[in-house]
C-alpha cells in the first residue's frame, strides 16, 4: 500500500537520520522551555544550551528542529500566553476589576515576564520583536476597548469616550505594582490577587467616571472564572 496505511494501524512517528525515532514531546517542551528561559534571560543571555538544559533534551535535538535560535524563540513567542478578555459581567466597575485581576495574575507569572521582556527587546529595534510587541499591544488595546465599549452601551460612559488613557492608566498601575515587589510579596499576591488588584481598578476607575466607582452586580474579577 505504500505510504497510506491500513485501517487499525498506526502511523509510524516520524524518524530522524539513521533510523532514529523522533520523539513527539521534545518540541512542546522545547518551546516551552524557549519562553522559560528567555523570560528569566532576555534576548541577550538567550542561548540554546540554556534552553536545552531546561527542557532535558540534547542542543543537537534543538538544531534538527530550529537552525538558529532566533527561529526557535520566534516560534516559541507564537504560543506566549497572554491575558485573558475578562467577560461581560454586568458593569463597568466589575469589568475593570475583571481585567486588573487578569493582567495581574498575568504579570506576576512567567509569562509576565516574557511579555516584558519583549517590550523591552522590541524597544532596541529588533524586527522580530517588534512584531511581537505589536501583537501584544494590540491585545490590550483591544481587551480595554471591548470593556469601554460596553459601558458606554449601558450608559455607564459618554459616547466618544477614548479608551487609551484609562487603558494605560490601568495597565501601568497593575504593571508598577507587580515590578515593586520581592519575592515574598509576589508570593503573597499570587495567592491573594484581588486584595491588590482591585483597589488599582478603582482608582484608575474613577478618574474616568469623575467619582468614586459605584457598586454593581458583580464587583469581584475572580468571581468570573
Known amino acids: ?20 525515532t523522533r520523539d513527539p514531546s521534545v518540541t512542546p517542551r522545547a518551546l516551552a522551555a524557549a519562553r522559560a528561559e528567555y523570560g528569566v534571560a532576555g534576548w541577550t543571555a538567550f542561548t540554546l544550551d ?5 527542557a532535558g533534551v540534547g542542543k543537537a535535538a534543538l538544531y534538527r528542529r530550529w537552525p538558529t535560535k532566533e527561529h526557535l524563540l520566534a516560534e516559541a513567542l507564537q504560543g506566549h500566553a497572554r491575558p485573558r478578555t475578562p467577560s461581560d459581567t454586568g458593569g463597568l466597575r466589575g469589568d475593570a476589576r475583571a481585567l486588573a485581576v487578569a493582567l495581574l495574575d498575568h504579570f506576576l507569572a512567567p509569562s509576565g515576564s516574557v511579555t516584558l521582556r519583549v517590550a523591552v527587546d522590541a524597544s532596541t529595534g529588533r524586527e522580530s520583536f517588534v512584531s511581537h510587541h505589536k501583537r501584544l499591544v494590540r491585545d490590550h488595546h483591544d481587551a480595554v476597548s471591548v470593556l469601554v465599549r460596553r459601558a458606554v452601551e449601558r450608559g455607564e460612559l459618554a459616547a466618544g ?29 499570587r495567592e491573594h490577587v484581588e486584595e491588590h488588584a482591585l483597589p488599582l481598578a478603582d482608582f484608575v476607575l474613577a478618574s474616568l467616571t469623575g467619582g468614586p466607582p459605584r457598586p454593581d452586580a458583580q464587583p469581584s474579577g475572580r468571581s468570573q472564572r
Open 1 to 20: 500500500m505504500g505510504e497510506r496505511t491500513r485501517r487499525g494501524e498506526r502511523t509510524a512517528p516520524p524518524r530522524t537520520g539513521r533510523g532514529r
Open 50 to 54: 540554556g534552553v536545552a538544559r531546561r
Open 161 to 189: 469616550t477614548d479608551p487609551r488613557p484609562f487603558g494605560a492608566a490601568l495597565y501601568g498601575s497593575v504593571l508598577m505594582h507587580a515590578m515593586a515587589m520581592g519575592p515574598r510579596q509576589r508570593e503573597h499576591a
